[in-house]
């Protein structure tokens, strides 16, 4: 990685965490999603960074995947279980980071705290001599100590240039990564889970959040205005994650053509990301960058 990068790195970094620290001020009882995520996403750009993803506000039994819609009623209430997952970029260069929040109870206090001991034991071992399924053992063992279960199917991942998911995964369990290690300079998002459920996750309804999937099949759209919608949101968005809110407000009522566009699947609609068994979830996530003798964080 050469000094411009880690350089841009670490500004996205600092974005991002002031991001997170300010959003964790407005999860309040009563607050709505809509205007928690966008005055989160409005206080990165005024800080000068693009929008990795939209903002991700994930209760309860939700690991992951949620972002609010346009006008989204969704508030939230005293003794929600908040994931909040916020990302920001400068020049294409990622920080990716969360943090859960229970909203005036306490009935979670260890289960908050076993995701949190996990990403800051794994981030003490990892260097580029640790086999990705030491790193996982060390979560999964960190989560189990506390007598919670790791959320074996959602991993930690790379992040490149404008690409949130590079193919790197960070498992947390053992099981996964074989000896796999990480090289210098490598910048991975670690985001340990954990549950008092099943240990998994299931897929749910739409989270709407989109990414551009196949721009190649955008060729054979026959409809001019579903053509139209989707090179505007390729020029807008390029490789990185959208939420529908955002364009209800750069292309108002195009909704029919952007569900055209998800049944085409030249854009991919996430879907929420639900525990199996209904458990309550926990995370905690941080971007480092591995160094051979240690890594570093940037969030």
Same mark, same amino acid.
């Given at each position: 990685?050469?000094?411009?990068?880690?350089?841009?790195?670490?500004?996205?970094?600092?974005?991002?965490?002031?991001?997170?620290?300010?959003?964790?001020?407005?999860?309040?009882?009563?607050?709505?999603?809509?205007?928690?995520?966008?005055?989160?996403?409005?206080?990165?750009?005024?800080?000068?960074?693009?929008?990795?993803?939209?903002?991700n506000?994930?209760?309860?039994?939700?690991?992951?995947?949620?972002?609010?819609?346009?006008?989204?009623?969704?508030?939230?209430?005293?003794?929600?279980?908040?994931?909040?997952?916020?990302?920001?970029?400068?020049?294409?260069?990622?920080a990716?980071?969360?943090?859960?929040?229970?909203?005036?109870?306490h009935?979670?206090?260890?289960?908050?705290?076993?995701?949190?001991?996990?990403?800051?034991? #794994?981030?003490? @071992?990892?260097?580029?001599?640790?086999? =990705?399924? +030491? /790193?996982?053992?060390? &979560?999964?063992?960190?989560?189990?100590?506390?007598?919670?279960?790791?959320?074996?199917?959602?991993?930690?991942?790379?992040?490149?240039?404008?690409e949130?998911?590079?193919?790197?995964?960070?498992?947390?369990?053992?099981?996964?990564?074989?000896?796999?290690?990480?090289?210098?300079?490598?910048?991975?998002a670690?985001?340990?889970?954990?549950?008092?459920?099943?240990?998994?996750?299931?897929?749910?309804?739409g989270?709407?959040?989109y990414i551009?999937?196949?721009?190649?099949?955008?060729?054979?759209?026959?409809?001019?205005k579903?053509?139209?919608?989707?090179?505007?949101?390729?020029?807008?968005?390029?490789?990185?994650?959208?939420?529908?809110?955002?364009?209800?407000?750069?292309?108002?009522?195009?909704?029919?053509?952007?569900?055209?566009?998800s #049944?085409?699947g @030249?854009?991919?609609?996430?879907?929420? =990301?639900? +525990? /199996?068994?209904?458990? &309550?979830?926990?995370?905690?996530?941080?971007?480092?960058?591995?160094?051979?003798?240690?890594?570093?964080?940037?969030?």
């Amino acid at each position: 990685m050469d000094d411009s990068a880690y350089e841009k790195y670490k500004r996205a970094g600092k974005i991002a965490a002031d991001a997170r620290n300010y959003g964790v001020t407005l999860l309040k009882p009563g607050a709505r999603l809509f205007d928690i995520a966008t005055m989160i996403e409005k206080k990165i750009t005024k800080n000068g960074a693009g929008l990795a993803f939209p903002v991700n506000i994930a209760l309860n039994t939700l690991a992951a995947h949620y972002s609010p819609w346009y006008e989204d009623p969704l508030s939230l209430k005293k003794g929600d279980v908040v994931k909040l997952d916020v990302g920001a970029h400068f020049d294409g260069y990622i920080a990716d980071t969360a943090v859960t929040v229970e909203l005036e109870t306490h009935l979670y206090d260890v289960m908050i705290h076993a995701s949190d001991e996990a990403l800051k034991k #794994v981030i003490d @071992v990892l260097t580029t001599h640790l086999p =990705l399924s +030491e /790193a996982g053992k060390t &979560i999964q063992n960190t989560i189990t100590s506390f007598g919670y279960k790791p959320i074996e199917n959602l991993m930690g991942h790379g992040v490149d240039r404008y690409e949130l998911h590079s193919g790197i995964s960070i498992p947390n369990v053992g099981n996964l990564g074989g000896k796999t290690t990480l090289h210098d300079g490598d910048v991975v998002a670690i985001e340990p889970f954990a549950t008092n459920g099943a240990g998994h996750v299931i897929a749910g309804q739409g989270s709407n959040i989109y990414i551009c999937k196949d721009s190649i099949k955008a060729k054979f759209i026959r409809d001019n205005k579903t053509k139209v919608l989707f090179e505007k949101i390729h020029t807008h968005f390029g490789t990185l994650p959208f939420a529908q809110r955002w364009c209800h407000e750069l292309f108002p009522n195009d909704d029919v053509a952007m569900k055209k566009l998800s #049944v085409l699947g @030249v854009i991919q609609h996430y879907p929420q =990301l639900l +525990e /199996a068994k209904g458990g &309550i979830v926990t995370q905690k996530e941080h971007t480092v960058i591995v160094r051979e003798d240690g890594c570093e964080v940037i969030t």
